[in-house]
């Protein structure tokens, strides 16, 4: 009887991981394929244990996450902001987009933003994400003010911004030219809207409103799908633009060959000087690496030990991949105090 208790227990503490986002960025140096469908996607189902096929995809370009500690002019222009990421689209030339991000004891915010023309300076009431992990269920929504740029005009801005962890379930990603992505996801949604002024005369000149979709693949712990929309209408500044945006993560969505997360756990988590790793039988690790939220690898090892040291780490956040003899590989975040 007990054997089965603590067998029921395991099984219902993955249930709740799996519908569990730990972090709101993916990880450093992910490779995004930009896709356009052939016709619009259905991501209207909400809900537990729900369905998403998302077929007739187009490669169109790629992007590239990258993250990276503020500098003296970012701190100064966007306070408080903890970490940058930037999202650069390989072309030539090629183009980025950043997002400033604040990260503390109550949780993640958005601080600012700057793609293409516009620019979003969230100085007067930061952007609340929330404070990670998000489970299934959870939402949270807020006010969000600051400074706007566009073109060269300048003003203020005002609106909401909310976060719901609306969905878990399964997506498929057909892939014509090799195996189909099938994976155990959950969805964040982010819904936005900001109305745009030119103090003291020009009130209510235009306004953004923004949905943006993540799908979490609850093993690899990282983003596999993301959607954007953003519909930008000011007559006064001569703008009636909409942007949409499809990616599905390059390495994750086109390879299964992931371990599952009930197969690998580390402990403990926050730790201080030493990791354990623990793998279902059978699971021979062949490598360990550790990177940080820079995408800096910190550590590799082939001679593999279950105890790992990490007293030599600064204190943060972490990301440690096992790669399997097998070629299947995995990877878990930690928190080292």
Same mark, same amino acid.
């Given at each position: 009887?007990?054997?089965?208790?603590?067998?029921?227990?395991?099984?219902?503490?993955?249930?709740?991981?799996?519908?569990?986002?730990?972090?709101?960025?993916?990880?450093?140096?992910?490779?995004?394929?930009?896709?356009?469908?052939?016709?619009?996607?259905?991501?209207?189902?909400?809900?537990?244990?729900?369905?998403?096929?998302?077929?007739?995809?187009?490669?169109?370009?790629?992007?590239?996450?990258?993250?990276?500690?503020?500098?003296?002019?970012?701190?100064?222009?966007?306070?408080?902001?903890?970490?940058?990421?930037?999202?650069?689209?390989? &072309?030539?030339?090629? !183009? $980025?987009? /950043?997002?400033?991000?604040? +990260?503390?004891?109550?949780?993640?915010?958005? #601080?600012? %933003?700057?793609?293409?023309?516009?620019?979003?300076?969230?100085?007067?009431?930061?952007?609340?994400?929330?404070?990670?992990?998000?489970?299934?269920?959870?939402?949270?929504?807020?006010?969000?003010?600051?400074?706007?740029?566009?073109?060269?005009?300048?003003?203020?801005?005002?609106?909401?911004?909310?976060?719901?962890?609306?969905?878990?379930?399964?997506?498929?990603?057909?892939?014509?030219?090799?195996?189909?992505?099938?994976?155990?996801?959950?969805?964040?949604?982010?819904?936005?809207?900001?109305?745009?002024?030119?103090?003291?005369?020009?009130?209510?000149?235009?306004?953004?409103?923004?949905?943006?979709?993540?799908?979490?693949?609850?093993?690899?712990?990282?983003?596999?799908?993301?959607?954007?929309?953003?519909?930008?209408?000011?007559?006064?500044? &001569?703008?009636?633009? !909409? $942007?949409? /945006?499809?990616?599905?993560? +390059?390495?994750?969505?086109?390879?299964?060959? #992931?371990? %599952?997360?009930?197969?690998?756990?580390?402990?403990?988590?926050?730790?201080?000087?030493?990791?354990?790793?623990?793998?279902?039988?059978?699971?021979?690790?062949?490598?360990?690496?550790?990177?940080?939220?820079?995408?800096?690898?910190?550590?590799?090892?082939?001679?593999?030990?279950?105890?790992?040291?990490?007293?030599?780490?600064?204190?943060?956040?972490?990301?440690?991949?096992?790669?399997?003899?097998?070629?299947?590989?995995?990877?878990?975040?930690?928190?080292?105090?």
């Amino acid at each position: 009887m007990k054997t089965k208790l603590l067998v029921l227990a395991l099984f219902f503490s993955f249930a709740g991981f799996s519908q569990t986002i730990p972090i709101y960025t993916s990880f450093p140096g992910t490779n995004f394929t930009i896709v356009t469908p052939a016709a619009p996607l259905d991501q209207s189902p909400t809900g537990a244990n729900v369905f998403w096929t998302f077929d007739n995809l187009t490669s169109a370009g790629t992007n590239i996450d990258t993250y990276a500690a503020p500098d003296a002019t970012q701190l100064s222009t966007y306070p408080g902001t903890t970490e940058v990421q930037t999202i650069t689209t390989q &072309g030539m030339p090629p !183009t $980025t987009s /950043t997002f400033f991000l604040k +990260t503390d004891a109550v949780g993640t915010f958005i #601080t600012g %933003a700057s793609q293409g023309d516009i620019e979003l300076n969230y100085n007067t009431t930061n952007a609340f994400l929330g404070q990670f992990p998000l489970v299934f269920g959870e939402s949270n929504s807020g006010a969000v003010a600051g400074t706007f740029t566009y073109q060269g005009t300048s003003g203020t801005f005002t609106g909401t911004l909310s976060t719901t962890v609306d969905a878990h379930g399964t997506l498929t990603l057909p892939n014509p030219l090799g195996s189909d992505y099938l994976g155990d996801v959950t969805r964040l949604r982010i819904d936005q809207s900001l109305s745009f002024s030119i103090p003291p005369i020009f009130n209510n000149i235009g306004t953004l409103t923004q949905t943006t979709y993540y799908y979490y693949d609850d093993n690899a712990i990282n983003i596999a799908f993301r959607y954007n929309n953003a519909v930008i209408v000011s007559g006064f500044l &001569g703008i009636n633009e !909409t $942007t949409e /945006t499809h990616e599905r993560n +390059t390495g994750l969505t086109l390879s299964r060959n #992931t371990v %599952a997360a009930s197969q690998f756990e580390i402990y403990p988590n926050p730790a201080t000087n030493f990791i354990t790793v623990n793998t279902a039988e059978g699971q021979t690790i062949a490598k360990v690496s550790i990177v940080d939220m820079q995408g800096r690898n910190v550590f590799t090892s082939s001679n593999v030990s279950s105890r790992i040291s990490v007293a030599n780490l600064q204190q943060g956040m972490y990301f440690l991949t096992l790669e399997m003899a097998s070629g299947a590989s995995s990877t878990k975040k930690f928190i080292k105090q």
